[in-house]
């Protein structure tokens, strides 16, 4: 589970705060010039932090994708309340929030995800990176105790799977150009998350 606040000691407190100023300074950034056009140099300066401290917290520039997971995680575990609505309620209003999110910075998304799979330092960084994964993981699990999923599915796999599906979506080896709206991406990502290949009931054979 994510350590909350009150839970980290100052020293952590502040290296959370750092990572996240550094986040938000390359936002800014690659909002203005460009995902390609903005250089650690230009991160760190606009974070007033030394590149020591950059390489502290991220290993490239496509790495800041962790912080980008670890806010959305964040914010919508923030945003569970009880009563919880059902475990495939929230899965659906997951994908939304990250949909609304992606949507919003889709180019700098785009970027981010081709430079991180391309980049050996990224994908070995990301075996540390379990804020989505351990939230997804959580949720189905729950849904097995209610009933909702199948208990011969390990979480941990319903997991990785629901994120391997939303990382092939969002860096454009799936959808191209506009081709499908974000409403269909989002129908026919749910309808794999929930049924798989198994035809709908208004389907032929």
Known sequence: MIATEPDLSRRDRKKQRTRREIYEAAMRLFARSGFGAVTIADICKEADVGRGTFFLHFASKAALLHEFNQRVAEEFRASLREPRASARAELEALVERMSVELVAQAEIMTAML?????SPEAL?????????PVLVGEIVRRGQERGEFSHRLDARLA??????TAGAIVSGRVF???????????????QLTFSGLSPTPGERS
Do not use: T
């Not at 499908?180 to 026919?188: F, G, H, K, L, T």
């Open 114 to 118: 081709a430079e991180f799979f391309a």
């Open 124 to 132: 070995a960084a990301a075996s540390h990176d379990h804020a989505l």
């Open 159 to 164: 997991a990785a799977s629901f994120l391997a």
């Open 176 to 190: 191209r150009g506009g081709e499908v709206s974000p409403e269909e991406i989002n129908r026919q990502f749910l």
